[in-house]
């Protein structure tokens, strides 16, 4: 196949390599992935993350594994492994799905490749699609504050909330981006601030229990996140701490936009309390690790809570940007995404 170049991901010579978003910033590693099971290790300690772009590594290295004439069973059960690799983001699912529908062809070799392929070109256009439309809400000299990281190292494109503040930025609309650091895994501090950083953007890197007091000096105009999973009734499953930000959007009247493709959206779950939520490891909390070194301040026995992701209800959004568009909470409640 030809080669592919994503910001994250790359296939050169019918091999998949993922920029190990575990080492960034402090390196670019690139690490090579020929296998399922080296993959899920991957997805499971984030060094691929990001909702669409856990969908796009595991239905391109289907594809990949295909060519070099692993059997359909097995690649059944490959796409089965990947599929339970994490379970908040329906974009795996969703992608994987299709993958499915490939794989039960007749000649499903050709046919695995061409969907991972187009799987992968539609991302792009949807996070254009997005940035587009979502650019849209953002008013001239805006301080827009965003969570996590979605970027171009989550997706294949420009990203989704991020591609829609950088696009506004090119428009001259934005003054400042406030970037929240993420804890505990910190996608914000590392990801979200090298991303801008590369291109230019003006940021600031806050602690997460800044954003309260900024909202209250009347420093943030309006906040754009991401999603996991988006359920029928408009409730959103994104990293820990979104909905933190949204009740405070809400209490200093600020507008709290969700940016995500249509392959993030989950019409079969009616609402959020029906998203599976994913458990992490205590040490994730209990310090801090990475390619910078690990620290441990807790105690040795600490107990421990540590969800990946958290729900934000419907109520709370003042608006969902997809690529067809923006939905408004009326539409929402018309069923607009059911
Ligand atoms: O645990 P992560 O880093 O995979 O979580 C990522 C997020 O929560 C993002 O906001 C979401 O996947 C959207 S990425 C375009």
């Not at 590369?198 to 999603?227: F, H, N, Q, T």
């Amino acid at each position: 196949m030809q080669t592919l170049q994503t910001t994250s991901l790359r296939v050169v010579d019918n091999r998949l390599w993922i920029l190990d978003q575990q080492a960034l910033p402090a390196r670019s590693d690139w690490l090579a992935v020929d296998s399922v099971d080296e993959l899920v290790a991957c997805i499971q300690a984030l060094k691929v993350r990001g909702a669409p772009l856990i969908g796009l590594s595991a239905s391109l290295l289907l594809a990949l594994l295909a060519q070099r004439e692993t059997q359909r069973e097995e690649l059944e059960k490959g796409l089965e492994t990947l599929r339970a690799s994490r379970p908040t983001a329906v974009n795996l699912m969703n992608n994987l799905d299709r993958m499915r529908l490939a794989l039960a062809a007749d000649n499903y070799r050709d046919a695995l490749m061409r969907e991972a392929l187009a799987l992968v070109d539609e991302d792009r256009q949807l996070c254009d699609r997005i940035a587009s439309a979502g650019s849209e809400l953002v008013t001239p000299g805006s301080r827009l504050l965003t969570h996590c990281n979605t970027g171009g190292l989550a997706t294949a494109g420009v990203g989704t909330a991020l591609g829609v503040i950088t696009h506004a930025w090119r428009q001259g609309k934005v003054q400042q981006v406030w970037v929240d650091e993420t804890r505990p895994l910190l996608q914000g501090g590392r990801l979200t601030a090298w991303e801008l950083g590369e291109l230019g953007v003006p940021y600031r890197l806050i602690c997460d229990s800044m954003a309260a007091s900024l909202m209250a000096k009347g420093e943030v105009d309006a906040v754009w996140v991401g999603a996991d999973r988006i359920a029928a009734n408009g409730d959103v499953a994104n990293k820990i701490g979104t909905y933190g930000l949204a009740v405070l959007a809400r209490w200093h009247k600020i507008p709290f936009y969700v940016a995500a493709p249509r392959t993030t959206l989950d019409p079969d779950c009616p609402d959020g309390a029906a998203i599976p939520v994913e458990q992490r490891a205590a040490a994730e909390v209990t310090g801090v690790a990475g390619s910078f070194g690990s620290v441990r301040w807790a105690p040795e026995q600490a107990a421990v809570y540590n969800p990946a992701f958290d729900v934000t209800p419907a109520a709370l959004i003042s608006g969902w940007v997809l690529d067809s568009g923006v939905i408004t909470p009326q539409d929402v409640a018309n069923g607009a995404l059911r």
